[in-house]
């Protein structure tokens, strides 16, 4: 039997609780073996965005993600040619571990707009996909095909864009983030 894997794609900039309670929440109700947390390198719709650089991001990720053995922080995407594509990223997913199944697990913000993504059709067709509730973000179950299913994740309003701007005013974010990503922000200085 194939290990079920969930590929949970973000630039977590930085990665959050809502990030990590999300994940926690799919991975024991709603029956992954693992999730991974795939640091996404350039997201082709969101072009023009500050990130932190690549591999600050992964180590905040390994960070936030150590202790909890369904977890793994992923660098796969790092590698790939730029602009990284969903449809791409999971072929060579599927090609690298022929011995999991994947299911791709996204926001239901971005299922309102996937037929924006490069070959949305394609991944439907040939992919399990989980959309999370998001603030905002209504999805009609009646309207999803077979390989679509809605979550019953608790919607989580947080937002790494909060936190960066809580950051940048001086606030005291610790509780947003794991205590480790916290320190290592607060250490670097980070989003200053």
Not at 174 to 180: C, E, L
């Amino acid at each position: 039997m194939k290990i079920k894997t969930g590929i949970f794609g973000g630039t977590f900039n930085p990665i959050h609780i809502g990030h990590l309670a999300l994940a926690n929440y799919i991975c024991e109700f709603e029956e992954l073996d693992e999730l991974w947390f795939l640091v996404t390198p350039q997201n082709p719709l969101r072009k023009g965005a500050d990130f932190l650089d690549d591999n600050k991001r992964l180590e905040l990720v390994k960070l936030a993600t150590e202790g909890y053995s369904k977890f793994v922080a992923s660098d796969f995407e790092l590698h790939l040619p730029k602009p990284s594509y969903t449809c791409n990223t999971l072929d060579e997913l599927k090609k690298a571990y022929p011995d999991r199944e994947f299911v791709l697990i996204i926001g239901a913000d971005n299922w309102l707009i996937f037929d924006k993504w490069k070959d949305y059709q394609r991944i439907i067709d040939e992919n399990e996909i989980w959309i999370y509730p998001r603030p905002g973000s209504f999805v009609d179950k009646s309207t999803l095909p077979p390989s679509v299913k809605l979550t019953n994740v608790p919607e989580i309003d947080i937002c790494s864009t909060f936190i960066r701007d809580g950051i940048k005013k001086g606030k005291d974010v610790r509780y947003f983030m794991h205590p480790a990503v916290y320190n290592k922000i607060k250490e670097e200085g980070y989003f200053l």
